[in-house]
């Protein structure tokens, strides 16, 4: 219901930007959201917005990373620049909305591997 793409091997310095459409068995969409789990850590919140289009970051990513959506596509993204080794994670999206199969609630995108390496 949620398919993500964007991710990458990128130098550090580099950028990447990461889409997640959701499809149309999800509406209703409020929240938004990107996070990202490293090897051997729990996974964690980079970024969401809400239908309003308000925004929050981990402090992390903050003036690196710019989180947006496009609501008549369904789509979110997450715009990476100046991105360091330690950004190397799998990066989620997740989005709060109404699914025709489970109902309201939260949902997950399958992941993309973003890899910072020289």
């Known amino acids: 219901q949620l398919q993500a793409s964007g991710g990458g091997l990128v130098q550090p310095g580099g950028s990447l930007r990461l889409s997640c459409a959701a499809s149309?068995?999800?509406?209703?969409?409020?929240?938004m959201g990107w996070y990202r789990q490293a090897p051997g850590k729990q996974r964690g919140l980079v970024a969401t917005?809400?239908?309003?289009?308000?925004?929050n970051y981990a402090d992390s990513v903050k003036g690196r990373f710019t989180i947006s959506r496009e609501n008549a596509k369904n789509t979110v993204y997450l715009q990476m620049n100046s991105l360091k080794p330690e950004d190397t994670a799998v990066y989620y999206c997740?989005?709060?909305?109404?699914?025709?199969?489970?109902?309201?609630?939260?949902?997950w995108g399958q992941g993309t591997q973003v890899t910072v390496s020289s």
């Open positions: 917005v809400t239908n309003s289009g308000g925004t």
């Open positions: 149309r068995t999800i509406s209703r969409i409020s929240v």
């Open positions: 997740h989005v709060v909305g109404y699914g025709i199969v489970s109902g309201y609630g939260g949902y």
